[in-house]
């Protein structure tokens, strides 16, 4: 009986307790299919996260290789950019000297106009002397190209003032004819005269003293001698011998035997043979009393030389005749007294038979 008391007794709590029971169960259950709920959302913006983050990957992957392929291009125009403004200045800087080039060039032809201009106002001989000076360049670089040209244009250079730069060019166009076949020119002083002869007359003239000077062509001078003082005028021989003795003082007389003796030669058959000044140029570029009579005994004997030997020994007799006089002076004086008077004799002579033959033609021409 209390068994069923008691089962009665607890029959409501029973109840109540499965109410609960069912209650809570409801509520589990409620909460469960929240939680699948919130699950299946969770998932579901997990997966839209994911793609989200994917999505912001491939951007930031985009632009980080946007920006890469940014950065080159920049660097590759950053660098063409540098190139052509270093071309563009390079191209600045050297119009900025051309500019200034032809400023100078400008100025340069602006004071030459205006030198000209006034050479024409005041000094028309001093412009008549540079344009000689210019066409005797333009000569002289003709003859560098075509060293034959010389027979035309000899007549020109033996009567201008030449200056010592030109040597080079006549010396360089001498050497060069002995590779050419050049033919004979027509161009004469009373006999016809080759190239070589040309040239050599024109160092003669116009550089005795450097061509002497010269391995290449002094030796080539010592036979023109002759005819180089045949071809002189006055103030050519006085110019030439200056040179010429200067030159072998320089070299050492001594030794110039040969060169000497050619150009006395050439004094005694020429019309300079009784020119006074042309032997005290040679007597006076001797300093000491020795040279002056060493130099009177490398003079030959033989009979062509006999005149220019005589003139040079009236300058040493003028000089040192009042003076004490040792064995070999007083030799030479008297060697040059003897040929003095062997060639006024021969003078004498020589007068006596152009006089007779003038009197025989004469006589025959008043028998006809």
């Known amino acids: 009986m209390r068994k069923i008391v008691f089962i009665i007794l607890?029959?409501?709590?029973?109840?109540?307790?499965?109410?609960?029971?069912?209650?809570?169960?409801?509520?589990?259950?409620?909460?469960?299919?929240?939680?699948?709920?919130l699950k299946s959302r969770y998932e579901y913006q997990d997966k839209i996260n994911e793609q989200t983050i994917t999505s912001i990957s491939n951007q930031i992957s985009a632009a980080s290789y946007n920006l890469t392929i940014f950065g080159i291009l920049f660097t590759i125009s950053a660098l063409a950019l540098g190139v052509y403004v270093t071309v563009i200045e390079k191209k600045i800087?050297?119009?900025?000297?051309?500019?200034?080039?032809?400023?100078?060039?400008?100025?340069?032809?602006?004071?030459?106009?205006?030198?000209?201009?006034?050479?024409?106002?005041?000094?028309?001989?001093?412009l008549f002397l540079?344009?000689?000076?210019?066409?005797?360049?333009?000569?002289?670089?003709?003859?560098?190209?075509?060293?034959?040209?010389?027979?035309?244009?000899?007549?020109?250079?033996?009567?201008?003032?030449?200056?010592?730069?030109?040597?080079?060019?006549?010396?360089?166009?001498?050497?060069?004819?002995?590779?050419?076949?050049?033919?004979?020119?027509?161009?004469?002083?009373?006999?016809?005269?080759?190239?070589?002869?040309?040239?050599?007359?024109?160092?003669?003239?116009?550089?005795?003293?450097l061509a002497i000077k010269d391995e290449k062509i002094s030796t080539d001078m010592i036979d023109f001698y002759p005819w180089g003082i045949a071809c002189a005028f006055e103030n050519d021989i006085l110019k030439s011998t200056s040179d010429f003795i200067k030159s072998i003082i320089d070299l050492g007389y001594q030794s110039k035997e040969m060169d000497i003796n050619s150009y006395i030669k050439g004094l005694s058959v020429s019309k300079f043979k009784d020119f006074q000044k042309v032997y005290e140029?040679?007597?006076?570029?001797?300093?000491?009393?020795?040279?002056?009579?060493?130099?009177?005994?490398?003079?030959?004997?033989?009979k062509e030389y006999r005149v220019g030997k005589s003139n040079y020994g009236q300058c040493l007799i003028a000089e040192y005749a009042n003076t004490e006089l040792s064995i070999t002076e007083k030799?030479?004086?008297?060697?040059?007294?003897?040929?003095?008077t062997e060639l006024q004799k021969e003078a004498e002579e020589k007068e006596a038979e152009q006089k007779r033959n003038a009197e025989r033609i004469a006589r025959k021409n008043a028998e006809k």
């Open 93 to 126: 800087g050297k119009i900025r000297d051309e500019n200034k080039t032809l400023l100078s060039q400008s100025l340069a032809v602006k004071e030459e106009v205006v030198s000209i201009n006034n050479l024409i106002q005041k000094d028309i001989y001093g």
């Open 130 to 209: 540079k344009i000689k000076r210019e066409e005797t360049i333009h000569i002289l670089k003709r003859l560098s190209q075509i060293p034959e040209d010389i027979s035309n244009f000899s007549k020109v250079l033996l009567s201008r003032e030449l200056e010592k730069e030109d040597y080079v060019i006549l010396r360089d166009a001498y050497l060069r004819l002995n590779n050419l076949q050049v033919p004979r020119p027509l161009f004469s002083f009373g006999n016809e005269m080759n190239h070589h002869e040309i040239y050599k007359l024109l160092f003669f003239q116009h550089f005795l003293d």
């Open 281 to 302: 140029i040679i007597f006076r570029s001797f300093k000491s009393r020795d040279d002056r009579f060493n130099f009177y005994q490398i003079i030959s004997n033989e």
């Open 10 to 37: 607890l029959f409501p709590i029973y109840l109540a307790a499965q109410e609960k029971t069912d209650s809570l169960n409801k509520k589990i259950n409620s909460l469960e299919n929240q939680i699948v709920e």
């Open 331 to 340: 030799s030479i004086v008297e060697q040059t007294n003897q040929i003095k």
